[in-house]
């Protein structure tokens, strides 16, 4: 009745778990004669049952954590924030243009995408390795978000700020109001780019999570994900050719994101995402002399976090969990069904809990869809997800000429 698929690992244990779990459902079933008004199906109402497995079932999780080289470093899981390792993650550390994520994020709360920009002489002063705006240019904030975000640029982290806030000033204290509001108790904001300066400083724990809010907004994502942008400028002959900086997107097909930085100070940093069969991990790395090692490691970290979860399907949807015979029909059946499929991530110690609960009777008529109970799939006392439990087919109440019907054909048969 029920299927089950595991896109890594053995998933034996845990499909046994389901058919018991269905035939123990069926158990619960027993034999009705309805009444005169409504038939009654043979489910008992408010009656459960609940099996559990464990994750370590499925085998071949890494036990092992990497040895790495940088400061510091930390995994988590994007979407529940899991540290799935840490190694001096909470040292306070200069992060270069990693600052950026923090910048991004208050000008997509805070403006519109079609708004234009004019290049002030205080933008266009800004330090870039390659000059290219000049003042009096006139960008859009999305057109100077993709240079912010793919080119690292800093001129544009300053347009950004005065045309957020009024001021660098201004749109950096919000930076830093932002960051209390996050949680990130170790970093301060100094300035909207990440150039060295005093008083300007994060942790690998912290930058995680600003990473982990940033990467729910559908824009961000993308900002983060684009290998190459082009912008026509005024004046300009040529399209301006951004390219990421980001040396693991586009080299492994599960990166999506996020960003760079490297400063004297700061050294080479990389907050890096990554989702790979279904599973969504955030890394961070900071301080790290050599750059083509902060890639190395930042790989291996990313590899690492995906190895401590199982992404499994554990009811498709349509599964068969429950059935009846429907009264005065002969070879017919009702059956109680999965309205949507479950799936979940699994980490190494989980233990995943089903609960099958048929909370109302079946009683004629019955519609297709119509709901009489649920599952419930929780781990660790939470529950994770609630799948409706539908009927899969549609029968009409049972009338007199159709009780003697079926009795003439009981007789014959």
Same mark, same amino acid.
């Not at 790495?68 to 390792?85: C, D, E, H, Q, W």
């Given at each position: 009745?029920?299927?089950?698929?595991?896109?890594?690992?053995?998933?034996?244990?845990?499909?046994?778990?389901?058919?018991?779990?269905?035939?123990?459902?069926?158990?619960?079933?027993?034999?009705?004669?309805?009444?005169?008004?409504?038939?009654?199906?043979?489910?008992?109402?408010?009656?459960?049952?609940?099996? +559990?497995?464990? !994750?370590?079932?499925? =085998?071949?999780? #890494?036990? @092992?954590?990497?040895?790495?080289?940088?400061?510091? &470093?930390? *995994?988590?899981?994007?979407?529940?924030?899991?540290?799935?390792?840490?190694?001096?993650?909470?040292?306070?550390?200069?992060?270069?243009?990693?600052?950026?994520?923090?910048?991004?994020?208050?000008?997509?709360?805070?403006?519109?995408?079609?708004?234009?920009?004019?290049?002030?002489?205080?933008?266009?002063?800004?330090?870039?390795?390659?000059?290219?705006?000049?003042?009096?240019?006139?960008?859009?904030?999305?057109?100077?978000?993709?240079?912010?975000?793919?080119?690292?640029?800093?001129?544009?982290?300053?347009?950004?700020?005065?045309?957020?806030?009024?001021?660098?000033?201004?749109?950096?204290?919000?930076?830093?109001?932002?960051?209390?509001?996050?949680?990130?108790?170790? +970093?301060?904001? !100094?300035?909207?780019? =990440?150039?060295? #300066?005093? @008083?300007?400083?994060?942790?690998?724990?912290?930058? &995680?999570? *600003?990473?982990?809010?940033?990467?729910?907004?559908?824009?961000?994502?993308?900002?983060?994900?684009?290998?190459?942008?082009?912008?026509?400028?005024?004046?300009?002959?040529?399209?301006?050719?951004?390219?990421?900086?980001?040396?693991?997107?586009?080299?492994?097909?599960?990166?999506?994101?996020?960003?760079?930085?490297?400063?004297?100070?700061?050294?080479?940093?990389?907050?890096?995402?990554?989702?790979?069969?279904?599973?969504?991990?955030?890394?961070?790395?900071?301080?790290?002399?050599?750059?083509?090692?902060?890639?190395?490691?930042?790989?291996?970290?990313?590899?690492?976090?995906?190895?401590?979860?199982?992404?499994?399907?554990?009811?498709?949807?349509?599964?068969?969990?429950?059935?009846?015979?429907?009264?005065?029909?002969?070879?017919?059946?009702?059956?109680?069904?999965?309205?949507?499929?479950?799936?979940?991530?699994?980490?190494?110690?989980?233990?995943?809990?089903?609960?099958?609960?048929?909370?109302?009777?079946?009683?004629?008529?019955?519609?297709?869809?119509?709901?009489?109970?649920?599952?419930?799939?929780?781990?660790?006392?939470?529950?994770?997800?609630?799948?409706?439990?539908?009927?899969?087919?549609?029968?009409?109440?049972?009338?007199?000429?159709?009780?003697?019907?079926?009795?003439?054909?009981?007789?014959?048969?």
């Amino acid at each position: 009745m029920m299927r089950l698929s595991a896109r890594r690992g053995r998933p034996l244990a845990v499909l046994v778990f389901l058919a018991v779990l269905v035939v123990t459902v069926a158990a619960l079933v027993g034999v009705a004669q309805g009444s005169s008004s409504t038939t009654a199906l043979p489910t008992k109402p408010t009656r459960s049952v609940s099996f +559990t497995v464990d !994750a370590d079932d499925l =085998g071949g999780f #890494a036990l @092992d954590a990497p040895k790495i080289s940088s400061p510091s &470093a930390i *995994v988590i899981n994007m979407g529940t924030g899991r540290v799935l390792y840490e190694w001096d993650a909470y040292v306070r550390r200069p992060m270069a243009s990693t600052t950026k994520i923090m910048t991004a994020v208050l000008v997509l709360e805070q403006m519109d995408l079609s708004k234009s920009i004019r290049i002030s002489e205080k933008v266009a002063a800004t330090y870039e390795p390659k000059v290219w705006l000049r003042t009096g240019d006139v960008l859009t904030v999305e057109q100077l978000l993709y240079a912010l975000m793919v080119r690292s640029a800093n001129s544009a982290a300053v347009a950004l700020a005065e045309a957020c806030f009024g001021s660098v000033e201004a749109f950096v204290e919000e930076m830093n109001a932002k960051a209390a509001e996050l949680g990130m108790k170790d +970093t301060h904001f !100094a300035n909207p780019h =990440g150039l060295d #300066a005093e @008083d300007h400083y994060s942790t690998a724990a912290d930058m &995680a999570v *600003v990473a982990r809010y940033a990467m729910k907004d559908p824009i961000f994502q993308r900002l983060v994900s684009t290998e190459e942008y082009s912008v026509s400028v005024g004046g300009r002959d040529e399209p301006i050719v951004f390219k990421n900086t980001n040396a693991l997107l586009g080299r492994f097909d599960w990166v999506t994101g996020v960003k760079t930085g490297l400063t004297p100070r700061a050294e080479q940093c990389l907050v890096c995402s990554g989702t790979l069969d279904g599973v969504s991990i955030i890394s961070v790395v900071l301080g790290q002399p050599a750059s083509e090692v902060c890639w190395t490691e930042s790989r291996t970290l990313m590899e690492y976090g995906f190895a401590q979860y199982r992404h499994v399907t554990l009811l498709e949807e349509g599964a068969v969990v429950a059935e009846a015979e429907v009264p005065y029909q002969i070879d017919s059946v009702v059956r109680l069904v999965t309205a949507t499929p479950t799936e979940l991530e699994l980490y190494k110690s989980d233990s995943v809990t089903a609960s099958i609960v048929v909370d109302r009777d079946l009683t004629l008529p019955v519609s297709q869809g119509e709901v009489f109970g649920h599952v419930f799939m929780t781990i660790d006392g939470e529950v994770l997800e609630t799948i409706d439990l539908v009927a899969d087919k549609s029968f009409e109440k049972t009338t007199l000429g159709g009780k003697i019907t079926y009795l003439f054909r009981r007789l014959g048969n």
